[in-house]
């Protein structure tokens, strides 16, 4: 009996081994924040200025590449939330999985906001870290943004 619960319990250790484990390290100037009935976000952060860190996850229904993905996200937050295009690097997760970080500005009001944007795909499972907020506030803490985001696993 005793053999028997050993092999199931490596089974399923051995199967959790390509999950991802959906979390990501907060810069040191962020507090986690809890979402009621429990939101669409794994991980959520806010600094004292309002600058908010977030990781989700989505299904890859078709198995899309991270070309298609990042293509796909960056459409819809050029086209559906007005910002633009300010910067796209090749990036890997803390699990070594190849991604796309991507930076985008706005004018909303006179006021300019930043807006960051990392996409991982791992198999069925597409992996988002986003930050943003006033850019005056995001500029100074965009290193310890893209470092936290790429924690993302």
């Not at 005793?2 to 100037?29: E, F, K, Q, W, Y």
């Not at 991604?99 to 499972?125: E, M």
């Amino acid at each position: 009996m005793r053999r028997i619960v050993l092999i199931a319990a490596l089974a399923a250790v051995s199967g959790l081994a390509g999950c991802l484990a959906r979390t990501m390290n907060l810069p040191a100037d962020f507090v986690k924040v809890e979402q009621p009935y429990g939101g669409p976000y794994a991980v959520r952060g806010i600094s004292a200025d309002g600058v908010m860190i977030a990781l989700r996850f989505e299904r890859n229904p078709q198995n899309g590449t991270l070309a298609f993905w990042t293509e796909a996200m960056t459409n819809q937050v050029v086209s559906g939330r007005g910002y633009k295009a300010a910067g796209s690097e090749d990036v890997a997760s803390a699990a070594k999985v190849p991604g796309r970080l991507l930076t985008f500005t706005a004018q909303k009001q006179g006021v300019g906001f930043t807006y960051v944007l990392v996409v991982f795909v791992q198999g069925s499972d597409i992996l988002i870290g986003e930050a943003g907020g006033r850019t005056d506030a995001v500029e100074p803490k965009l290193a310890e943004i893209k470092k936290a985001l790429l924690t993302a696993r």
